[in-house]
């Protein structure tokens, strides 16, 4: 009877296992992104000051329909003397969950034109983080954007 126990509990999967769960709104979070970015990120002075101005705007908006609607308001961003406004945007993405772990999930989904992948890593249920920049990059970067879950 032992053994028959132990056989089947590398068989049957973990009842305690469950994807950390996405449904909900989660804003970027500017605080987090400095906090952690200003020791750990690897960019340079211009970089630093472009990526402050356009974080903590983006907020997502997961549902159950594995959809995810993306809004960023009108950005106003100064380069050196010069001021640019970036336009809104709102966006409407259908993905899918790859795979997960109890911390986190991987998505693929299609933006701009290119398919997408991404990892969502789940510091507990009210915050996420993902890497920012895109794999054709040089990697080295270091650079988070987090979010977290409006109440």
């Known amino acids: 009877m032992k053994k028959l126990l132990i056989g089947l509990s590398f068989m049957i999967p973990s009842v305690g296992f469950c994807c950390p769960s996405l449904e909900g709104t989660w804003s970027s979070s500017i605080q987090k992104f400095e906090s952690f970015n200003k020791r750990w990120a690897n960019i340079d002075d211009k970089a630093w000051s472009f990526m402050t101005q356009t974080q903590g705007h983006e907020v997502v908006v997961f549902n159950n329909m594995k959809e995810m609607f993306i809004a960023t308001p009108e950005i106003e961003v100064k380069m050196g003397e010069r001021k640019m406004q970036l336009p809104s945007k709102k966006e409407q993405i259908t993905f899918n969950i790859l795979g997960c ?6 998505l693929e989904y299609e933006r701009y034109g290119k398919a997408q992948i991404s990892k969502l890593h ?22 988070r954007e987090y979010y977290t879950k409006a109440k």
Request: aromatic share 14%; net charge negative; glycine share 8%.
């Open 122 to 143: 789940f510091e507990n249920d009210n915050t996420y983080w993902e890497y920012m920049g895109t794999s054709d990059s040089d990697g080295n970067s270091h650079i």
């Open 101 to 106: 772990t109890d911390n986190s999930i991987v």
